[in-house]
């Protein structure tokens, strides 16, 4: 009886928390939390927010309470800052966005009182309330993300390092269940390297949306500014799996004594140190990869398994003790190491120290303005100076004589104040130019300059050997003697000059650059397709239905089209045939059945006295005349013709047809054709066959309110290939006339229908405007 009486006792304290909590949150008023009227503007609105935000800010409030009470005050100038859910609240009393959010947590609550009222058993820790902001455990405050700092440090930060980021909110019971399995996964993560973040989303909306998250928990990484979701069950394993995932796959390269030679000897070409790790471990461990991500502009690395056979005579060879993790730094010359670190159990720090202090070779390439900016760093001041002795040679396949010379002095005489470079003049003509002195002396061999920069704009004072660099003793005794001056007269360097931008050698060609960002788009829609939720997919879905729909479309239409010009298409029999009919309507005819016009005849008007002033000289702006020359031998053939080649122009109400008598009016035509003298050239003197030129089969396109004209040249027989005559072939001269007008009434009347053969497409180049237009200053008389 008393543990019934104990069990309701706890059932009624929980239920009279859970109501405080409820009423809590129902009063919640933005205007008192700021101390604000509700007529209050939005520049007093703004003042009292930033007392408050000043006076309880976590960082400098150490109350108890005052991360609450900041996040309130926050909350509060969110609602009121934004005069749409300012009316909101004033209207309904909250501000519209969170309604939502707040069914759910009620729906939560029910669910919970309703396990509350069916078991009377409650475990110690659940009174701990884990879910409740006042309570949120601090492991997560350490790592909370807002916008701005997402942003401007962690997208950044993630070229170097990747991030792993939770989202969490208020009243999540499955973040409750994670919890145990994050905190393990971050403790051992963090010392790794690996970027941590938690964002609340109940608190930081505009961060959740903008990562993709729309439920809770979630985990997402991010790496070189691209967000990857985890789908997998939250175990420490699989996190770990998931976060090497993110990493690149060439990071490192797995080196044998098969490979070794080649791999060390890649620094001249990469210009990068070479950095080998010798561990018993068969895969490449995490820690070493995300050294290898860190500083991959800098140095390559490579891992040789001391279990692989072959790789104790390597570790023999370099004098690594095959029982400890071993890293070894190699530089220009491949049968030393630069630098080793031999330690049981690693940490990031001495590994970031270490790399740090060999990033460089001992006389590395200038290959970008970058790295110029790095090894030789503008003077802060006199008492950090900085000098590069630069070495100007030519490209060669294997080390020079010079440049080994460099090296040694380089190795034998290295300073914190003093940096060894080398450039190739080939590839830098620019940068090299402005060093070496106008001389014949330095043509095709290297010299040596030793420069101090002054600023950012490339401004350098600088001293270059008066003798090209051979590399002998006395060369390197000049050198080391500039060197021991400079410390005591820095005013040694007497020439000054602006040196150009360095061009980065080392940059990927464009379509190396555009595979690689189109692998990444393909590989994120991918994941999208299999992980993410429908609202995000909507814009994807939606281009692609788009290009699909237009694609289909296109191919129907263009197979419909396809089969009606096979329909539309007329054998040339058939039209023979038609021709024997005698009949001169061509509305029966095939060939213009695509497109009726609105008669079933041609109708083509005589251009005489009577109707040339209305037919040309007074037509309607826009309108033109089509002319065709004829005789009166071969009137009834070219009409007939000419009517089955404009019968399909014949819709357009823009276009009046005509014939024109050359037997009757040869002069107006001769006068038109002298202001297109190619067509028609003016002779010298008068011929006796002048008069007897053969200008039938010829069309004019007369533009009467424009005052030019377009000349149809016609074809001189049906077989010849070349015989559309717009304005712009025309560049022969007339002597189709050849054949006299005489001759021309003995041909029969297929040889001069053949004339107007082309005459369709010429009227095509008509309605498109593409062809040459004669212009006359004014129209003369028939006469």
Same mark, same amino acid.
């Given at each position: 009886?008393?543990?019934?009486?104990?069990?309701?006792?706890?059932?009624?304290?929980?239920?009279?928390?859970?109501?405080?909590?409820?009423?809590?949150?129902?009063?919640?008023?933005?205007?008192?939390?700021?101390?604000?009227?509700?007529?209050?503007?939005?520049?007093?609105?703004?003042?009292?927010?930033?007392?408050?935000?000043?006076?309880?800010?976590?960082?400098?409030?150490?109350?108890?309470?005052?991360?609450?009470?900041?996040?309130?005050?926050?909350?509060?100038?969110?609602?009121?800052?934004?005069?749409?859910?300012?009316?909101?609240?004033?209207?309904?009393?909250?501000?519209?966005?969170?309604?939502?959010?707040?069914?759910?947590?009620?729906?939560?609550?029910?669910?919970?009182?309703?396990?509350?009222?069916?078991?009377?058993?409650?475990?110690?820790?659940?009174?701990?309330?884990?879910?409740?902001?006042?309570?949120?455990?601090?492991?997560?405050?350490?790592?909370?993300?807002?916008?701005?700092?997402?942003?401007?440090?962690?997208?950044?930060?993630?070229?170097?390092?990747?991030?792993?980021?939770?989202?969490?909110?208020?009243?999540?019971?499955?973040?409750?269940?994670?919890?145990?399995?994050?905190?393990?996964?971050?403790?051992?993560?963090?010392?790794?390297?690996?970027?941590?973040?938690?964002?609340?989303?109940?608190?930081?909306?505009?961060?959740?949306?903008?990562?993709?998250?729309?439920?809770?928990?979630?985990?997402?990484?991010?790496?070189?500014?691209?967000?990857?979701?985890?789908?997998?069950?939250?175990?420490?394993?699989?996190?770990?799996?998931?976060?090497?995932?993110?990493?690149?796959?060439?990071?490192?390269?797995?080196?044998?004594?098969?490979?070794?030679?080649?791999?060390?000897?890649?620094?001249?070409?990469?210009?990068?140190?070479?950095?080998?790790?010798?561990?018993?471990?068969?895969?490449?461990?995490?820690?070493?990869?995300?050294?290898?991500?860190?500083?991959?502009?800098?140095?390559?690395?490579?891992?040789?398994?001391?279990?692989?056979?072959?790789?104790?005579?390597?570790?023999?060879?370099?004098?690594?003790?095959?029982?400890?993790?071993?890293?070894?730094?190699?530089?220009?010359?491949?049968?030393?190491?630069?630098?080793?670190?031999?330690?049981?159990?690693?940490?990031?720090?001495?590994?970031?120290?270490?790399?740090?202090?060999?990033?460089?070779?001992?006389?590395?390439?200038?290959?970008?303005?970058?790295?110029?900016?790095?090894?030789?760093?503008?003077?802060?001041?006199?008492?950090?100076?900085?000098?590069?002795?630069?070495?100007?040679?030519?490209?060669?396949?294997?080390?020079?004589?010079?440049?080994?010379?460099?090296?040694?002095?380089?190795?034998?005489?290295?300073?914190?104040?003093?940096?060894?470079?080398?450039?190739?003049?080939?590839?830098?003509?620019?940068?090299?130019?402005?060093?070496?002195?106008?001389?014949?002396?330095?043509?095709?061999?290297?010299?040596?300059?030793?420069?101090?920069?002054?600023?950012?704009?490339?401004?350098?004072?600088?001293?270059?050997?008066?003798?090209?660099?051979?590399?002998?003793?006395?060369?390197?005794?000049?050198?080391?003697?500039?060197?021991?001056?400079?410390?005591?007269?820095?005013?040694?360097?007497?020439?000054?000059?602006?040196?150009?931008?360095?061009?980065?050698?080392?940059?990927?060609?464009?379509?190396?650059?555009?595979?690689?960002?189109?692998?990444?788009?393909?590989?994120?829609?991918?994941?999208?397709?299999?992980?993410?939720?429908?609202?995000?997919?909507?814009?994807?879905?939606?281009?692609?239905?788009?290009?699909?729909?237009?694609?289909?479309?296109?191919?129907?239409?263009?197979?419909?089209?396809?089969?009606?010009?096979?329909?539309?298409?007329?054998?040339?029999?058939?039209?023979?045939?038609?021709?024997?009919?005698?009949?001169?309507?061509?509305?029966?005819?095939?060939?213009?059945?695509?497109?009726?016009?609105?008669?079933?005849?041609?109708?083509?008007?005589?251009?005489?006295?009577?109707?040339?002033?209305?037919?040309?000289?007074?037509?309607?702006?826009?309108?033109?005349?089509?002319?065709?020359?004829?005789?009166?031998?071969?009137?009834?053939?070219?009409?007939?013709?000419?009517?089955?080649?404009?019968?399909?122009?014949?819709?357009?109400?823009?276009?009046?047809? %005509?014939? =024109? &008598? @050359?037997?009757?009016? *040869?002069?107006?035509?001769?006068? !038109?054709?002298? $202001?297109?003298?190619?067509?028609? /050239?003016?002779?010298?003197?008068?011929?006796?066959?002048?008069?007897?030129?053969?200008?039938?089969?010829?069309?004019?396109?007369?533009?009467?309110?424009?005052?030019?004209?377009?000349?149809?040249?016609?074809?001189?027989?049906?077989?010849?290939?070349?015989?559309?005559?717009?304005?712009?072939?025309?560049?022969?001269?007339?002597?189709?006339?050849?054949?006299?007008?005489?001759?021309?009434?003995?041909?029969?009347?297929?040889?001069?229908?053949?004339?107007? %053969?082309? =005459? &369709? @497409?010429?009227?095509? *180049?008509?309605?498109?405007?593409? !062809?040459?237009? $004669?212009?006359?200053?004014?129209? /003369?008389?028939?006469?």
């Amino acid at each position: 009886m008393e543990v019934k009486k104990l069990s309701i006792s706890w059932q009624f304290l929980i239920v009279l928390v859970l109501i405080l909590q409820i009423l809590s949150a129902l009063d919640f008023d933005p205007y008192r939390v700021l101390g604000v009227s509700r007529t209050a503007s939005q520049a007093d609105i703004k003042k009292a927010y930033k007392k408050l935000a000043r006076e309880w800010h976590p960082d400098k409030n150490k109350d108890p309470g005052a991360e609450d009470k900041f996040i309130q005050i926050s909350k509060a100038y969110e609602i009121l800052s934004n005069e749409e859910k300012r009316s909101h609240y004033d209207h309904y009393g909250d501000a519209g966005e969170s309604q939502g959010y707040q069914k759910q947590q009620q729906q939560q609550r029910e669910y919970h009182f309703r396990h509350f009222h069916e078991n009377f058993y409650f475990d110690e820790s659940f009174f701990h309330f884990p879910f409740n902001s006042e309570r949120r455990d601090s492991i997560d405050e350490k790592y909370l993300l807002h916008f701005s700092h997402y942003v401007n440090e962690v997208v950044p930060d993630s070229f170097k390092k990747p991030y792993l980021i939770k989202i969490t909110s208020d009243w999540c019971f499955s973040c409750i269940h994670i919890e145990p399995v994050w905190k393990e996964v971050v403790q051992e993560l963090e010392g790794l390297g690996i970027g941590i973040g938690v964002v609340h989303a109940g608190y930081e909306r505009r961060l959740a949306h903008h990562l993709g998250a729309h439920s809770t928990p979630s985990i997402l990484g991010i790496i070189n500014g691209k967000i990857s979701f985890f789908h997998n069950a939250v175990v420490r394993e699989n996190l770990r799996q998931f976060v090497e995932s993110l990493l690149p796959g060439n990071l490192v390269e797995k080196v044998t004594n098969k490979n070794y030679v080649r791999f060390l000897s890649g620094w001249q070409q990469e210009n990068k140190p070479r950095v080998l790790l010798f561990d018993q471990m068969p895969v490449v461990p995490l820690l070493y990869k995300l050294t290898a991500f860190a500083y991959k502009d800098y140095l390559s690395f490579g891992y040789v398994c001391v279990g692989v056979r072959g790789a104790e005579e390597m570790a023999r060879q370099y004098g690594v003790n095959v029982y400890t993790p071993t890293v070894l730094i190699f530089k220009e010359h491949t049968h030393k190491p630069a630098a080793v670190i031999q330690a049981r159990g690693m940490k990031k720090e001495v590994i970031d120290d270490f790399i740090t202090q060999n990033k460089y070779l001992l006389a590395a390439r200038l290959t970008s303005q970058k790295l110029f900016h790095e090894l030789c760093p503008v003077k802060r001041s006199h008492r950090q100076r900085k000098y590069c002795v630069v070495l100007l040679t030519a490209e060669a396949p294997k080390l020079s004589k010079p440049f080994e010379a460099f090296l040694s002095f380089a190795l034998a005489n290295a300073q914190d104040t003093v940096r060894f470079v080398h450039v190739y003049s080939n590839r830098q003509q620019e940068f090299a130019n402005t060093l070496l002195p106008d001389s014949d002396a330095f043509q095709g061999k290297s010299a040596v300059s030793i420069l101090e920069r002054r600023n950012t704009a490339g401004r350098v004072v600088y001293k270059t050997l008066e003798d090209p660099w051979t590399g002998s003793e006395s060369d390197k005794f000049i050198l080391l003697g500039y060197l021991d001056q400079l410390r005591k007269d820095p005013a040694l360097l007497s020439s000054e000059a602006v040196l150009p931008d360095l061009t980065d050698e080392l940059a990927p060609v464009f379509l190396l650059r555009w595979l690689h960002s189109a692998s990444d788009y393909i590989s994120d829609c991918w994941d999208s397709i299999f992980h993410n939720n429908w609202r995000e997919m909507m814009p994807l879905l939606s281009l692609v239905f788009s290009a699909l729909f237009i694609l289909f479309g296109t191919v129907i239409i263009q197979a419909f089209s396809d089969s009606n010009d096979e329909q539309e298409s007329n054998p040339p029999d058939k039209e023979e045939a038609h021709e024997k009919t005698g009949k001169t309507e061509p509305s029966f005819t095939k060939e213009h059945s695509s497109k009726i016009p609105k008669k079933g005849f041609v109708e083509v008007t005589e251009l005489t006295d009577a109707t040339y002033t209305s037919n040309l000289v007074r037509l309607r702006p826009g309108h033109m005349n089509v002319v065709l020359i004829l005789s009166s031998s071969t009137k009834t053939s070219l009409l007939q013709k000419f009517a089955l080649e404009v019968y399909t122009f014949t819709g357009s109400s823009c276009l009046h047809f %005509s014939f =024109l &008598s @050359l037997d009757k009016h *040869r002069e107006w035509l001769e006068y !038109l054709l002298e $202001f297109a003298q190619d067509a028609a /050239p003016i002779p010298n003197q008068y011929d006796k066959h002048f008069m007897e030129r053969d200008y039938t089969g010829y069309v004019l396109a007369l533009n009467g309110h424009k005052k030019y004209f377009c000349l149809f040249k016609p074809q001189k027989t049906v077989e010849e290939e070349e015989a559309m005559g717009s304005c712009s072939d025309l560049d022969s001269s007339l002597h189709l006339g050849e054949s006299r007008g005489k001759s021309s009434s003995g041909l029969g009347s297929k040889p001069i229908k053949g004339k107007l %053969s082309k =005459l &369709s @497409l010429w009227m095509e *180049r008509l309605l498109e405007g593409s !062809l040459q237009r $004669f212009y006359i200053p004014s129209w /003369p008389d028939l006469d």
